[in-house]
């Protein structure tokens, strides 16, 4: 299954960033409607606050990812197919920019990449299988990300219609970091 990818990013203070996209209640609220509401260690409820994972920072770094699919009439069950390996290669990438700039990667929503399709361990009440590498989303805490997306990199989330999928994929993640004085 072919696809063309898009890349975007935009950098701004974490404080504008979290004061301009950040409604935790709403977003928070979203997520206690999913499935996955406390059965997956990227998703919410955490141990800790979620302002607390991004304190200290000033800045942020948001990435996007436009996937365009080669053939336009896909059935929506092709999105994870599409999405696993450009979500594998982000991860990676904002792992390795966590370290580099010792800043806080958020990654994105769904099945864990790493577990191979394996229920998550949190189900269970056990740690998680991978922690050096899961990192919740902006969305599990608190962010728009339908607004980052199209007021800070200029790429509208599309939506899937009758079973098939839009006619691109979009995927947003960020690292919160500071800058060396």
């Keep these: 299954m072919g696809y063309t990818t898009e890349r975007y990013t935009a950098e701004?203070?974490?404080e504008a960033y979290i004061v301009g996209f950040r409604?935790?209640?709403?977003?928070?609220g979203y997520c206690q409607q999913c499935g996955n509401y406390g059965r997956r260690h990227g998703c919410p409820p955490?141990?800790?606050d979620p302002?607390?994972?991004?304190?200290g920072f000033s800045r942020v770094r948001i990435i996007g990812v436009k996937i365009v699919p080669d053939d336009p009439l896909l059935p929506l069950r092709a999105a994870n197919e599409l999405m696993e390996p450009v979500v594998r290669t982000l991860n990676d990438e904002l792992l390795d920019l966590e370290q580099e700039l010792a800043g806080r990667a958020f990654g994105f929503v769904g099945a864990c990449p790493y577990c191979g399709g394996a229920p998550?361990?949190?189900?269970?009440?056990l740690p998680c299988r991978h922690p050096e590498k899961v990192r919740p989303s902006l969305e599990a805490i608190g962010f728009d990300v339908g607004k980052t997306a199209s007021r800070l990199l200029g790429l509208d989330i599309?939506?899937?219609h009758d079973g098939r999928l839009p006619e691109y994929l979009t995927l947003v993640c960020g690292l919160f970091?500071?800058?060396k004085s």
């Design 12 to 14: 701004m203070s974490a």
């Design 23 to 28: 409604d935790a209640e709403r977003f928070v």
């Design 158 to 160: 599309k939506w899937s």
């Design 120 to 125: 998550c361990a949190r189900i269970e009440g």
């Design 46 to 48: 955490f141990a800790d």
């Design 177 to 179: 970091y500071s800058t």
């Design 51 to 55: 302002l607390k994972m991004i304190s």
